[in-house]
């Protein structure tokens, strides 16, 4: 494989890191399937519907065909968590990207090229969390293409973001990720990140236990954050 780089963002990069972005987060929707049939409230449901459908029609068949149809309409409503994300990032900060972080204060945006093609980027900005701003920068939109994982792509780009905030006198970087992307959140927890806190972005995803992690990483120079209260 070429050898990478990590560069800022310029305006012709701007379709494929769309593209990288949208291809990562739609990836996630299979564990994201899993992870909601694994869980205990669904696995009661489907077990509710088998018995409810088998009491009242009497035949075995029909209720295990009403779980099956179950389990099939429960995927393109899952798969709905990741296109309405990605639809919403692609309507807002990453719809003009040299406005939203090469311009804004505090904020920029890097790629990973490898022969001549971005396959990786990541960004920072100050956090939407009013506890959070002055005192933290977030780190935002990362993404590595499936092709050059295993690299050390995602750990330099996530360098880059503790170098920027710590330059500029911040003393935190934050993040967010869901309870699906084990990878990542090994990934962060390795460059010194620790989890800080737990939701759920809606009341279906309450519902189908789907968590949003909040992550903290504490930069040198600074006394570490409280652990907050619960």
Known sequence: MAPYRIRQYRDQDYDAVRSLFA???LEHSPAVYRHVLRSARMQLALLALFTAVRAAAGCWLLAL??????LAGAW???RSFSTSYVRQALLSDLLDIRATYMRAPDSCFWVAEAGGAVVGMVAVAPPQDPAHRGVALELKRMSVSKEHRGRGISKALCGEVLRFAQARGYGAVVLSTSVVQVVAQRLYEGQGFRKVGA??????????CFQIFQYRCDLPGRPPAPAPLR
């Open 23 to 25: 291809r990562g987060i």
């Open 76 to 78: 393109p409503l899952l």
């Open 65 to 70: 065909g009403a779980a099956a149809l179950a």
């Open 199 to 208: 939701s759920s972005p809606s009341l279906l995803a309450s519902l189908l």
